[in-house]
């Protein structure tokens, strides 16, 4: 009884090992575990890239180009979803749901994708035109008319359009 005891924890602890654990996949859908980190170029600050330290200790640069998804736990990002958008940026998934907001990784531009759609520039808030914003957003709500109602009085501020896309999530959950 003891053994099946230990085994019991051993194979528990194993798995939670597992499910914490820093990866990248490719485009190719190959899935690289390791440490990631993230790396600013000197000549273009604005450039961010991800560098991964696989288990047997090479590094390797994680171009945007070449990944689709990066599960970070303890970098500048923190815990957080990292994925790519034009095959060019990095953007942080902030919102997920039926639709997922991301922002660009060291910057203020929006994203969003709906059900499987791919992530698309949506950029709102911020300097954006608040009316141009909420037209951005409506689209993506048209098929809930009780909150596109309740969108309608509300202005195109940043603030809002989260508020509105985490309550049409909510609206979505069993």
Same mark, same amino acid.
């Given at each position: 009884?003891? &053994? ?18 820093? *990866?990248?996949? &490719?485009? =190719? ?18 450039? $961010?890239?991800? =560098?991964?330290?696989?288990? #047997? ?9 070449? $990944? ?33 907001? *991301?922002?660009?990784? !060291? +910057?203020?531009? *929006?994203?969003?994708?709906? +059900? ?6 949506? !950029?709102? +808030? +911020? ?22 109602? #309740?969108?309608?009085?509300? #202005? ?6 989260? *508020? ?11």
């Amino acid at each position: 009884m003891k &053994t099946i005891i230990l085994l019991f924890n051993i194979f528990f602890f194993t798995v939670c090992m597992a499910q914490e654990r820093e *990866y990248a996949v &490719t485009k =190719k859908g190959d899935t690289l575990f390791g440490k990631i980190t993230r790396a600013n170029s000197f000549l273009n600050p604005s450039k $961010v890239t991800f =560098k991964i330290k696989d288990l #047997e200790g090479n590094r390797k640069i994680l171009n945007p180009n070449e $990944v689709e998804t990066i599960q970070s736990l303890k970098g500048v990002d923190g815990q957080c979803i990292i994925k790519t958008v034009y095959n060019k940026w990095f953007v942080k998934l902030l919102v997920d749901g039926k639709i997922k907001v *991301y922002q660009l990784v !060291d +910057g203020l531009i *929006y994203y969003t994708s709906k +059900g499987t759609s791919e992530i698309r520039s949506n !950029d709102f +808030g +911020g300097f954006n035109n608040r009316k141009e914003s909420h037209s951005r957003i409506r689209v993506l709500i048209h098929d809930n008319p009780k909150l596109l109602k #309740e969108f309608d009085t509300l #202005e195109g501020t940043e603030k809002n359009i989260l *508020y509105i896309i985490e309550k049409y999530n909510q609206s979505y959950k069993i």
